[in-house]
């Protein structure tokens, strides 16, 4: 069994902070569970393009609001708590946060917890990683 509190992650290895965002990644590769739970806070007035192309990412937006543009189709949803969207295709996406904005993301495969964003906003491939 797994138990930890935000208060653990927070300022550990498994807490990555960015320009835009910060996350806190509750479950990693090395806990074998076939996923990674990340509890992740968007910074407003931010605009971070994400394009999660060797990955899958279910998001549940639990506070704040903002907005994602699929820039595949060019289709706006807003978000806000208590609304989630998942990217089973791959979306290259923008997220814009009118305000702070706190997600719970799942990623397949799952991260090894040192991740972030290339250029192109992806994660490294998989392999290409190390726990």
Not at 17 to 27: A, G
Not at 60 to 69: A, K
């Amino acid at each position: 069994m797994i138990v930890k509190s935000l208060e653990e992650v927070k300022g550990s290895n498994d807490h990555v902070d960015d320009q835009n965002w910060e996350s806190r990644r509750f479950l990693l590769k090395k806990d074998g569970m076939g996923f990674s739970l990340h509890d992740t806070i968007i910074r407003a007035g931010t605009e971070s393009v994400f394009w999660y192309k060797y990955h899958q990412e279910a998001v549940y937006c639990v506070e704040g609001e903002g907005e994602l543009e699929d820039l595949t189709n060019n289709k706006t949803y807003k978000i806000q708590a208590g609304t989630m969207y998942a990217l089973n295709g791959h979306e290259k996406h923008r997220l814009r946060a009118k305000t702070d904005m706190r997600m719970v993301c799942v990623f397949n495969p799952p991260c090894t917890g040192r991740e972030t964003h290339d250029e192109e906003g992806a994660y490294p491939r998989p392999e290409e990683t190390t726990v």
